[in-house]
Each structure stands twice: as structure tokens, then as C-alpha cells.
């Protein structure tokens, strides 16, 4: 009996903390990460200041919020938000010191990076190449359309104290996929995992030095791309 109860108050302060999280995520998208505050999540998810400060503080609310959304771009699963608000994108813009149009012309640069990218790089990639980029392409896709709140989660997950689940499970699910897309073309399996965590581990610092530099989209792809090709290229030989 004792159990029973124990389970439901687990179940209901989990399902808390997710309203909490999804409140959370639909103001950063809309406001970005410095214009919300916690009361505004605590009146978004109805539930007081104190249970949305239990669930954790801002950064390490973002930092959750991104783990959720790294994990539907990876399952397939991710919506995007529907379009801003008129009012809300020209004070965005304003306050921001960018135009109105800025963040319109970042979405349609995401949606169009297969013929972007292509256009940019300025080596040639072979098929599979392409394949294991498409792995990181929604993830890529996602960081140029959300530029700033990126950069204030990459900025979060340097300040907060646990570990965020791109570390671990997040980081496991994708390293699996392109260990098992490099054996797919023979590579043996021990040199496949290996570079799967390179490719991993790359594809990390290069987010890192996106958000502390002027890096655009078209290099931030062709980046990854060149680890990608080395990769490739070293143990296909093998």
C-alpha cells in the first residue's frame, strides 16, 4: 500500500515536471531564453514558483528542454513550433538589434540546407558521406533556426551541475546509428564504434564553436563534413 502511494506521488510529480518542461519550452521558442523568466514557466505550466524552482533553475531548465527536443529530432518525432506572432517577431527583432525578417530568413536557410550546403561545400562528398551527415542534419537544421537560445544552451550546459543527456543516452542512441551505418559499408565494428564516438564528439565542439564565434550554417556543415570525409576516407583503408 505504502509502495502504491509512493508510486503515484512519482508519477504525479513527474508528470508536473514535463508541464513544467513543455511550458518552459514554448516560452523560450516564443521570448527566447532571457525574456522568460520562472514565474512566467510557473504561470505557462500553472503551478507556483517554488515547484518550477524544485524542477531546477533556468539553465538547467533550457538545458532539459533541449534534451527533449534532441531527443525527438533524433526519434523522428519533433514538431516544429508554428510561426511567431507579427507583434511578438518585430519586438524579438527590436530587442535583439536584428530586423523583423531575421528570423524568417534563418528558418528558410534551415529548410533549404540541403541545397545550401551542397552549394557551399567546396568538397566533393560521396554518397556515403552524405549519409552519416544526415545524421546530424536535424540537429544542424535546428541550431540555425534557434541561433540565439543555442547559444544560450550550449552557455547553460557549461554552468549547470548534472549531466545533461546529450552525455549519455542521447549521445549513445545517435553514436549506435553511425557505428552501424559505418560497418554497413565495412568497416570493422571496433573501428566503426571508435569513430562513431569521434564523429560524436566532433560534431559537439563544433556546435561549441559555432555559438562562441561568427560561424555560419553552410561551415558549421562543411566542418562536420571534413571529419566526416577523414573518417571515411582512414578506415575505409583498414
Not at 513544467?20 to 527566447?32: C, H, N, T, V, Y
Not at 530587442?95 to 550546403?117: C, L
Not at 544526415?134 to 550550449?154: G, I, K
Not at 560524436?200 to 556543415?221: H, K, Q, V
Amino acid at each position: 500500500m505504502v509502495s502504491e502511494h509512493v508510486q503515484l506521488r512519482t508519477g504525479k510529480r513527474r508528470q508536473t515536471e514535463a508541464r513544467i518542461i513543455s511550458a518552459a519550452a514554448e516560452l523560450f521558442l516564443e521570448r527566447g531564453y532571457k525574456a522568460t523568466t520562472i514565474r512566467a514557466i510557473a504561470t505557462a505550466a500553472e503551478v507556483s514558483v517554488g515547484r518550477v524552482m524544485a524542477t531546477g533553475d533556468k539553465d538547467s531548465i533550457l538545458v532539459a528542454c533541449f534534451d527533449r527536443w534532441i531527443g525527438q529530432l533524433q526519434n523522428g518525432t519533433y514538431t516544429p513550433p508554428p510561426p511567431r506572432r507579427a507583434s511578438l517577431s518585430r519586438a524579438g527583432g527590436q530587442a535583439s538589434g536584428r530586423s523583423a525578417d531575421s528570423g524568417t530568413a534563418e528558418a528558410a536557410g534551415a529548410a533549404s540546407i540541403g541545397v545550401t550546403m551542397t552549394a557551399a561545400s567546396p568538397r566533393p562528398a560521396s554518397a556515403v558521406q552524405r549519409h552519416l551527415l544526415d545524421h546530424f542534419l536535424p540537429f544542424l537544421e535546428f541550431f540555425a533556426a534557434h541561433e540565439d537560445l543555442s547559444r544560450d544552451y550550449t552557455a547553460a550546459m557549461i554552468r549547470v551541475k548534472e549531466d545533461p543527456e546529450v552525455f549519455h543516452t542521447l549521445a549513445e542512441d545517435l553514436q549506435g546509428r553511425l557505428s552501424d551505418s559505418l560497418t554497413s559499408i565495412g568497416i570493422s565494428e571496433d573501428h566503426a564504434r571508435s569513430s562513431a564516438v569521434a564523429l560524436y564528439d566532433s560534431y559537439l565542439g563544433i556546435l561549441f564553436r559555432w555559438a562562441a564565434t561568427s560561424m555560419t550554417l553552410p561551415e558549421a556543415t562543411d566542418a562536420l563534413l571534413s571529419v566526416i570525409a577523414f573518417h571515411t576516407r582512414v578506415r575505409s583503408a583498414l
